[in-house]
């Protein structure tokens, strides 16, 4: 399967992108082998991006030597079949754009970050962040709207006014405001993924980029089949494929835990790369919730 795209404006890193879980061993250690083997594992199963040290990669409990080790790890795991992006967002400036020139110093082709949280900024005190951030670098900036975590929104007039930096070039949108998107898409040439994965087929036929996907690390393939039907303009096959996915992410996403606990679950129960502990605060999934996740699985590959 030929997994990378050529990159456009449209899709500035790929298509398909996956907020790849971080593995620990069974002692709480960082596993570069083990991400090793899962970053050639969803690369090789149609994964045109990888994004690292996010939410999914349990980004709050891993040191800033980690994430670097992390990077270097993965570039030399994909060697230039996908995009490698590296998650350097924190609450606190100095610290962000420290993580970023780490991790372009490590070889991250893009960087994603996310809306410093907790605290609250205003919206002239996150514009300001972002760009002090685009202007710390040399690679090409996603930003990552996700209100419901991080108590602030990237509202759509600050998205457009940070969209004239030659850097700032694409958005992780979990904002779950359709119009407000649209309306930034319009007025700018940023390139929307969704971080939202019942929103990959809804966003991309507007025009969005692609996807940054939790779910994809244990089923790449259903998610890339999505974009590659739209794309050969059977746009029932994409909507037919984006469906099949339906239960598999709500069973991830809606059963109360994070999407890393979940699918770190998932993978493990599969017998896959990247299964395995989580770091406290975070607490393993229980059986049940294993066992809905295997059943969701089964079905999805058997409909396949």
């Known amino acids: 399967m030929n997994t990378r795209a050529p990159q ?7 298509r398909a992108l996956c907020a790849m879980v971080t593995p620990f061993t069974d002692d709480g250690a960082l596993d570069l082998s083990a991400a090793q083997r899962l970053a050639d594992r969803l690369v090789t199963e149609g994964c045109e991006g990888l994004v690292l040290s996010g939410t999914t990669g349990e980004s709050p409990t891993t040191t800033d030597a980690e994430k670097t080790d992390l990077v270097r790890a993965v570039r030399e795991a994909v060697d230039g079949r996908a995009t490698v992006l590296a998650g350097i967002g924190t609450s606190d400036t100095r610290h962000t754009l420290s993580l970023a020139r780490q991790a372009q110093q490590a070889g991250a082709e893009g960087l994603l ?17 972002f760009r002090a951030l685009a202007d710390a670098v040399d690679v090409p900036v996603m930003l990552y709207d996700i209100p419901g975590r991080t108590g602030t929104r990237i509202e759509p007039e600050t998205m457009i006014r940070l969209a004239a930096h030659p850097r700032i070039v694409a958005v992780k949108d979990c904002a779950y405001d359709l119009l407000g998107t649209q309306k930034v898409m319009a007025a700018t040439d940023l390139a929307y993924y969704t971080g939202c994965d019942e929103y990959v087929l809804a ?9 940054v996907s939790t779910v994809a690390n244990a089923v790449p393939r259903a998610f890339r089949a999505i974009v590659d039907a739209h794309d050969a303009g059977d746009t029932a096959e994409a909507a037919r494929r984006q469906r099949l996915t339906v239960p598999l992410t709500e069973a991830a996403m809606n059963a109360g835990l994070p999407g890393t606990v979940t699918v770190k679950a998932l993978l493990a129960a599969l017998g896959l790369p990247g299964g395995g502990p989580v770091r406290a605060p975070l607490r393993p999934a229980g059986h049940e919730v294993t066992d809905g996740l295997l059943r969701a699985y089964d079905a999805l590959v058997s409909a396949s």
Not at 8 to 14: A, C, K
Not at 203 to 211: I, K, P, T, V
């Open 203 to 211: 966003l991309y036929a507007l025009g969005g980029a692609g996807y």
């Open 8 to 14: 456009s404006p449209r899709s500035p890193f790929g």
């Open 113 to 129: 970050a996310v809306t410093p949280y907790y605290s609250r900024p205003p919206q002239d005190a996150v514009e300001a962040h």
